[in-house]
């Protein structure tokens, strides 16, 4: 394989099996046996979920079997809502854990006034930060980005559907005003397309300070009937929306030449937010990784 891949790792996400969001959705499936069906799709790891053992050495153990890594895990801040010194605290046992297990990014989201566990329609009833919580924010995020650093780990901002970060205007400001020695930019394919209706624009203005990638894909037909019926983000994605790379409608091609273009180091994580019973978690991990051997194709 081409030189240019060899910084990038292959992961995917445990909430194709299981979501922690709506915890009867997958609890059949085990930590072990995602473990097991990621390792048998031919992905290198997987990010922590809430299903996941809270002891790292057990977690290890099993990682170690199957020889395995941990990229990282999510992480949800309420700086604005509790205050920096809060945040902080939680932040340290986070990144403790995530150290302890060898990972390479704590996934943070700000969840003040975030809508995406709730009833509202995640199209049309995002929250907005004011002035004085933007510069709460990112004050406390250059702090939380110190702390990762200290355990061996880079923070990764994630922008998401129903937050107060969610458009390519918002990641912009959230760039512009906070440290890049201590806040990176976790790029995710699915978000920022449901959200904006594009990708490339936030890959290509902020690849500099991408430390972590998420490919999801999206079936537009689904998110059409989701817009229109106004759903919430929880309905959205059990009616659809979301998919592995090469099941919707999103360009992974041109996406994935371009992290190739300005050699992107790091994990790219295969995330998708589905309903288990409809769609088998090992068959949708497989047809993830047959489109990413597609995507690799050309560099052999």
Not at 251 to 264: A, W
Not at 277 to 282: A, D
Request: net charge negative; charged share 25%; hydrophobic share 35%.
């Amino acid at each position: 394989m081409s030189d240019v891949l060899k910084n990038i790792k292959w992961g995917i996400a445990p909430i194709g099996w299981r979501n922690d969001d709506i915890p009867e959705i997958g609890k059949e499936n085990t930590y072990k046996q995602i473990l097991s069906d990621a390792k048998i799709a031919g992905f290198a790891g997987t990010e922590v979920g809430g299903c996941y053992p809270q002891d790292p050495a057990e977690l290890k153990k099993e990682l170690d079997l199957r020889d395995m890594k941990i990229p990282g895990q999510w992480f949800s801040s309420f700086i604005i809502r509790d205050g920096i010194e809060a945040a902080r605290k939680a932040f340290e046992k986070h990144c403790a854990y995530l150290e302890a297990v060898a990972a390479d990014v704590a996934v943070v989201s700000e969840q003040t006034y975030s809508i995406q566990g709730t009833e509202k329609c995640v199209y049309t009833e995002k929250p907005y930060f004011s002035e004085q919580e933007w510069a709460l924010l990112c004050n406390g995020l250059n702090e939380l980005g110190q702390v990762a650093q200290q355990h061996h780990l880079k923070l990764a901002f994630h922008h998401h559907m129903g937050t107060g970060i969610q458009t390519l205007a918002e990641v912009d400001r959230l760039m512009e005003a906070t440290n890049p020695k201590y806040v990176h930019l976790l790029y995710d394919t699915g978000h920022i397309y449901v959200s904006d209706g594009v990708t490339m624009p936030l890959l290509t203005r902020h690849y500099g300070r991408i430390a972590h990638v998420h490919f999801k894909d999206v079936r537009n037909k689904n998110l059409r009937s989701c817009r229109d019926s106004h759903k919430s983000f929880l309905d959205s994605f059990l009616n659809g929306v979301f998919t592995v790379p090469g099941d919707g409608d999103i360009n992974f091609h041109e996406i994935f030449s371009s992290l190739v273009e300005h050699d992107y180091k790091g994990w790219i994580v295969v995330e998708a937010e589905q309903d288990p019973k409809i769609y088998n978690p090992l068959e949708y991990a497989l047809k993830g990784r047959k489109h990413i051997d597609l995507l690799l194709k050309r560099y052999i």
